[in-house]
């Protein structure tokens, strides 16, 4: 299975700052996820991002919160925009092995905003 | 409303005490259930993919079943290192190529020595 790596994987960040989470993948792959896992809750599909178009955001979450990029095949990055203390959590990027199959994830950014 | 509803949310076993989690979901439609586990300080790490209802699935002490309704991962005679949270993840078609993967709380297990 593909190699998922994550930056940074822990920060702690002020109120209102924005922070930008890298993913890089050591394959190129169509479908990149971004997950959210809080304390006690169950992962959370914030988007699909795939190359060359806008991702694709879930309900409750939108673009100027989020903004996410898919410059090529292996990177993403997601942008977690004036930040208050509701943001911290994990933040967890994933990507498909096989279209409709089991997805794979980095280990994630444990973020906490003070 | 929970789409994916694990039980126990924990469980603590002795060391080589067989039992069973659970993932029982509503959604109609289902297009793959997969079991992830999860260490601290980790991201999920897949397990099992079962696609349809009569499935089985096994690797080492642990083994995956389906039915229409519901999933178990049954774990035999466990060590302290299965102690993990296993998260259970139904893929829901939601439109064009794009598939959904909508995940239960999980399970928390620790396995005594």
């Known amino acids: 299975s593909a190699v998922i790596s994550q930056k940074p994987s822990r920060d702690i960040c002020q109120r209102g700052t924005s922070l930008t989470i890298q993913c890089q993948v050591d394959s190129q792959v169509t479908m990149m996820f971004w997950y959210r896992q809080q304390p006690g809750q169950s992962l959370t599909l914030i988007a699909t991002a795939n190359q060359g178009s806008e991702a694709t955001y879930e309900s409750g979450f939108v673009i100027d919160k989020f903004p996410i990029s898919r410059p090529n095949l292996t990177f993403s990055t997601l942008t977690v925009s004036n930040m208050s203390p509701e943001d911290s959590s994990i933040y967890l990027c994933?990507?498909?092995?096989?279209?409709?199959?089991?997805?794979?994830f980095g280990d994630g950014t444990r973020l906490s905003i003070l | 409303e929970d789409q994916v509803t694990q039980s126990p949310e924990a469980l603590r076993l002795q060391e080589g005490e067989s039992s069973s989690l659970n993932c029982s979901y509503t959604v109609s439609g289902l297009r793959g259930l997969f079991w992830y586990r999860q260490d601290p300080g980790k991201g999920p790490e897949f397990l099992f993919t079962l696609y349809s209802a009569g499935e089985e699935k096994e690797k080492e002490r642990l083994k995956a079943t389906l039915t229409k309704k519901e999933s178990f991962l049954h774990i035999t005679a466990p060590k302290p290192e299965d102690s993990a949270t296993y998260l259970c993840?139904?893929?829901?078609?939601?439109?064009?190529?794009?598939?959904?993967?909508?995940f239960g709380k999980g399970t928390l297990l620790t396995v005594n020595p």
């Open positions: 994933s990507v498909e092995g096989t279209p409709g199959g089991a997805q794979h």
């Open positions: 993840a139904v893929h829901l078609n939601s439109g064009g190529s794009n598939y959904k993967l909508t």
